[in-house]
């Protein structure tokens, strides 16, 4: 199972995470994991409404994740070096690897990435 991980600030706009999911080639049948405390965030909202699938994740289940690349802030904050990477990690199950690790939106507002496992915990 593939899965999109996304990491979202506040001010990020629906267009930051469509410009995204076409870089990853993404397509509608990806699930995307999000930090459960970005589950309402609009850009999220826009997603579900066009049909995407959501999985939000418990912030504790994000804490302690390695990732590929590592933010300073996001690690002291969060406990995990990118949430993106994180949560596509966390989604895609315990074998999981990443495919392409976070990449940036261009007005660097949220990020993404893409892991993939045989199986996921989440069906």
């Known amino acids: 199972m593939k899965v999109v991980g996304l990491g979202l600030r506040a001010a990020a706009t629906p267009e930051s995470l ?3 999911l076409q870089r990853l080639q993404a ?11 970005r589950e309402g965030h609009p850009a999220v909202l826009d997603l579900r409404q066009q049909g995407r699938r959501i999985i939000p994740l418990p912030e504790a289940a994000l804490n302690g994740v390695r990732t590929p690349t590592r933010s300073l802030r996001i690690l002291a904050r969060y406990g995990t070096g990118s949430i993106a990477e994180a949560c596509a990690l966390v989604a895609a199950g315990p074998a999981a690897r990443m495919i392409l690790p976070r990449v940036v939106s261009a007005d660097g507002r ?4 893409l892991a993939q496992s045989d ?4 069906p």
Do not use: G, I, R
């Not at 397509?27 to 405390?37: G, K, Q, S």
């Open 27 to 37: 397509t509608p049948d990806l699930p995307l994991a999000v930090p459960a405390f």
């Open 18 to 20: 469509k410009e995204l």
């Open 110 to 113: 949220a990020t993404a990435a």
């Open 119 to 122: 199986e996921s915990p989440y």
